[in-house]
């Protein structure tokens, strides 16, 4: 017995060798192998599952440990929102979040124009969704960010964007969102489009116009 309880001993040290860092997330490796494993009885697989949830245990508590130093350390990136108001992380419409050892502000309004200008991203009309990026130092938000924003709009009695939902439901996975939600991205760049500038709109009018009319050499043909 003592035997089989060193092996598993090795074997959970080896887990723990194979738990890495990728993008802030945790990856363990798979337990199949172990738990299909014929050669272990049921009473040291048992043993096995129940050393492996400890030392997991210890583990996401020295996370959390890591997480609370990190965000007592860190500092203020910006006190003011997009409209140089001021602002403080103690306010209910503000968002705080981690980023590379950085606290950044934001209000809700300012997520949700963040949110929208990348997600119905749609040059010439096709749907090419964009990451969601913090505008302060141009990085991509994480997914751990992207649901610290989704819960804080939806449990914080703020008007939750739609858009932002069905990102959320496609498990913030950016190819299967725009597959899945392609009509929807594409009606709501058009009603941007139609409710913004007015320049703009009559400016790619004449671009769209100057496109169609300059290869036309018969003058009845142009527009």
């Given at each position: 017995?003592?035997?089989?309880?060193?092996?598993?001993?090795?074997?959970?040290?080896?887990?723990?060798?194979?738990?890495v860092?990728?993008?802030?997330?945790?990856?363990?490796?798979?337990?199949?192998?172990?738990?299909?494993?014929?050669?272990?009885?049921?009473?040291?697989?048992?043993?096995?599952?129940?050393?492996?949830?400890?030392?997991?245990?210890?583990?996401?508590?020295?996370?959390?440990?890591?997480?609370?130093?990190?965000?007592?350390?860190?500092?203020?990136?910006n006190?003011?929102?997009?409209?140089?108001?001021?602002?403080?992380?103690?306010?209910?419409?503000?968002?705080?979040?981690?980023?590379?050892?950085?606290?950044?502000?934001?209000?809700?309004?300012?997520?949700?124009?963040?949110?929208?200008?990348?997600?119905?991203?749609?040059p010439?009309?096709?749907?090419?969704?964009?990451?969601?990026?913090?505008?302060?130092?141009?990085?991509?938000?994480?997914?751990?960010?992207?649901?610290?924003?989704?819960?804080?709009?939806?449990?914080?009695?703020?008007?939750?964007?739609?858009?932002?939902?069905?990102?959320?439901?496609?498990?913030?996975?950016?190819?299967?969102?725009?597959?899945?939600?392609?009509?929807?991205?594409?009606?709501?760049?058009?009603?941007?489009?139609?409710?913004?500038?007015?320049?703009?709109?009559?400016?790619?009018?004449?671009?769209?116009?100057?496109?169609?009319?300059?290869?036309?050499?018969?003058?009845?043909?142009?527009?």
């Open positions: 017995m003592k035997y089989f309880v060193k092996i598993l001993v090795v074997t959970i040290s080896l887990f723990v060798s194979t738990i860092s990728a993008e802030q997330k945790i990856v363990v490796l798979d337990l199949k192998y172990v738990l299909n494993n014929q050669f272990l009885s049921s009473n040291q697989k048992r043993e096995f599952i129940s050393m492996f949830q400890d030392i997991q245990q210890i583990h996401n508590n020295l996370c959390k440990l890591v997480r609370k130093y990190k965000w007592r350390k860190s500092k203020l990136a006190q003011h929102d997009f409209i140089m108001n001021p602002i403080n992380e103690n306010q209910y419409f503000v968002c705080t979040l981690l980023q590379y050892d950085k606290k950044y502000l934001f209000t809700k309004s300012d997520l949700t124009k963040i949110i929208e200008n990348a997600l119905i991203n749609s010439y009309i096709y749907a090419e969704p964009l990451p969601i990026r913090n505008p302060y130092n141009n990085s991509i938000f994480e997914k751990s960010h992207l649901y610290n924003i989704y819960f804080f709009m939806k449990h914080g009695g703020f008007i939750l964007p739609n858009i932002f939902h069905q990102y959320f439901l496609h498990n913030f996975h950016l190819k299967i969102f725009r597959n899945n939600t392609e009509n929807m991205i594409r009606e709501l760049h058009i009603k941007t489009m139609t409710t913004g500038n007015n320049n703009r709109i009559v400016h790619d009018i004449q671009t769209m116009l100057d496109a169609y009319n300059t290869p036309c050499y018969d003058s009845n043909m142009k527009i």
